[in-house]
């Protein structure tokens, strides 16, 4: 009896040019002891550190604003180190100090101005209702709906609720030592990071000897995106705050300076940041010369974001953020989902990085592929 070669053996009735392949039996061998606990192991680290992490979640937030903070600090630390000759730490203390300074003035110019447009708007909203019930047309749908005496209550009850919102005094006293917390804690791991933070860097890349020129290359391109985008942002906001004052003074709008504040604070937050301060600075323009002034307050919104969209912010952000506009829009509503405002605010460099990484990553498997 003769042996038929499996690969080669033919069916019955087959003829002599039908010879079918049958492909190799597949052998299931049963699992080695070492295998079966290595994927254990790397089972219950992979949780162990999921669960760490969540517990940790608050220091993670604050190491993550820190980091963030010194990166986009580090071009201007470096320039002034160049140029005066005093201690680092001195030079960051000197950067800490401008910056309260400025939200100090900010706090002092900001707050009054907004408290008066707040009562203002609730004194003379019946004299707006008893102008708009002048025309006939709306007069007839006010009689209906009740329109004008609804936002007249509303006006009224506008001054209350903001006190009620803002909560009793002890726990405002309690958010308020828990934010000085906060701020302290991400101040000082700031300063350590502009301070040490190329030591750090070095001593980490220290461990990868054979891929360190990439991944020193690799941050480089990391904080030079976020220094970018950061630095470039502040720059755009100062730049609609001048904007919006010029516009305001012009109308003779009250409190001009403090309402452009608001615009360019609220124009640092992506896509919806420059809408929310044109409509706070809307309803102070309707204190002034209603409708002419709101008009011609909307006409500028819409075109100085046109001019801001297509040529103020390729012109300072350059190519240092090539990111995807779906990857913006998702980054930005996972940050706000997460961190509120300051999510948002950290969304886009988080995701810049997280690209620069991804990029990277897949380039260099692109060559080693082509090697192998």
Known sequence: MTRTDPMTERPPLAGPEEAAVVPP???LAAPSVRGVVRIVAIVVVSAFALYLTWLLRDVLRLVVI??????????????????VRVPRA??????????????????????????????????DAPRYARDLRRDGTFRRYDDRYRITARVGAAAHALPRRLAEETGSLQAVTVKA????????????????LLLRGRRYVNLALALTPSGED???ALVRSINQAVAAYMLGNVAI????????WLVLTILDVPYALALGVVVGFFDLIPLVGATIGAIIVALATVTVDFPTATIVWVVFVVLYQRLENY????VVYGRALDVEPIVTILAILAGAALLGILGALLAIPIAAAIQIVLRDWWANRGAAAGES
Request: hydrophobic share 65%.
């Open 177 to 192: 030592f828990g934010l000085v917390g906060q701020l302290v804690t991400v101040l000082s791991i700031a300063f350590l």
């Open 237 to 244: 906001s100062l730049l609609a705050t001048v904007a919006t």
């Open 25 to 27: 039996a597949v052998r």
């Open 66 to 83: 820190s980091l963030f903070l010194a990166l986009a600090l580090i071009p201007v630390v470096d320039a002034l180190d160049r140029r």
């Open 90 to 123: 001195a030079v960051i203390l000197a950067v800490y100090a401008a910056l309260a300074g400025g939200v100090v003035l900010v706090g002092a110019v900001v707050v009054p101005s907004i408290a008066h447009q707040v009562r203002q708007i609730a004194g």
């Open 214 to 216: 990439r991944y020193r």
């Open 311 to 314: 040529v103020v912010q390729p």
